[in-house]
């Protein structure tokens, strides 16, 4: 191993040390923004979470952004690739942050190390599905911890951000700003003549009619619009059938992830040369097709989206910081 690929290897793993021992000389406690995403391995669509971090950093300057991965697989291949210099010397654009990321829970008390402070943690799903409400249910216990005296409270001021789309009757509220962000999609797909279909994740367990809704507002924008999951109803096969079955549906398609990340659905499920991707299919079913590979991270105004929805809940929780340090 040669010294440059030695440096790199030691730089992050004495970055990702830092990040869990104790600072006895502790600084300022800044209020802190956790941002939840269920994480990447592919290197390429690292760049849609950076994208939402940085423009977080920017509208909240006098706060403390962390990222947090929710995929206990995906923070052990990073925890594995920041003991592997060839690999961080292969992809320089991945900042130690990466190598070192903690789930939501060592997250959040890596920030209470420093003592109680507010702290948002925003969800960076789309809808909320199952990721969604663990993470709601992770936040509203740590903050439902009370102890004897107020000072000893380990999350004082903590609170956790809508998805995308909202969670239940508030959903409604935000498919106008997500009609705005695909907006970009669906003009390309109707310059080309092609229908737009994005892939979303989906749970099969939970309602997701959401979807349904969401597609009816595209329509209103571009009538040939389709939205299909990966683990719900309708499944890309059900999109494929009902395209084919539609004598005026175009016979192009502009495929597209509904995800924040154009990570391993979007390469393998979307846009891979597999019998069974959505790609093959509608090919075989006598469609033209383009893959977008971008995830839905890399688009300002979709990541803008995350921040309204943190301006709300900074809104709620500092109200409650108030009435305490009022008391």
Request: aromatic share 8%.
């Amino acid at each position: 191993m040669n010294r440059m690929l030695l440096c790199a290897a030691v730089v992050a793993v004495l970055v990702c040390a830092m990040q869990v021992a104790p600072a006895y000389d502790r600084p300022e406690r800044k209020p802190a923004i956790v941002l939840a995403a269920f994480g990447t391995t592919e290197v390429g669509a690292v760049k849609s979470i950076l994208n939402i971090k940085n423009r977080v950093e920017a509208a909240f300057p006098g706060y403390d952004v962390r990222l947090a991965f929710t995929s206990n697989i995906i923070r052990g291949i990073w925890h594995e690739r920041a003991q592997d210099a060839a690999f961080q010397a292969e992809n320089p654009g991945i900042p130690a942050e990466v190598y070192c990321v903690g789930n939501v829970f060592s997250t959040l008390a890596r920030l209470q190390e420093d003592g109680g402070r507010l702290i948002l943690v925003q969800s960076l799903h789309v809808t909320d599905g199952e990721e969604y409400n663990d993470l709601a249910t992770l936040v509203a216990t740590v903050g439902g911890y009370k102890t004897a005296k107020f000072a000893r409270q380990p999350f004082p001021w903590i609170g956790v951000g809508e998805p995308a789309l909202g969670v239940g009757d508030g959903q409604d509220a935000y498919l106008n700003r997500v009609v705005q962000a695909l907006t970009p999609l669906m003009d390309r797909a109707k310059a080309d003549n092609a229908a737009l279909v994005l892939m979303a994740h989906g749970n099969e367990h939970l309602n997701q009619s959401v979807f349904g809704k969401l597609e009816t507002t595209l329509r209103k924008h571009y009538p040939a619009t389709y939205i299909g999951t990966v683990e719900a109803a309708p499944l890309g096969e059900d999109v494929v059938a009902a395209m084919k079955a539609d004598a005026a549906a175009p016979r192009k398609v502009l495929l597209a992830p509904m995800m924040i990340v154009a990570g391993d659905h979007t390469l393998n499920d979307m846009a891979s040369d597999e019998e069974d991707s959505w790609a093959s299919m509608f090919t075989a079913a006598g469609f033209e097709v383009d893959c977008h590979l971008e995830g839905l991270g890399s688009n300002d105004n979709w990541a803008d989206i995350y921040i309204e929805h943190l301006k709300t809940l900074e809104a709620k929780v500092q109200a409650q910081k108030t009435a305490d340090e009022a008391e």
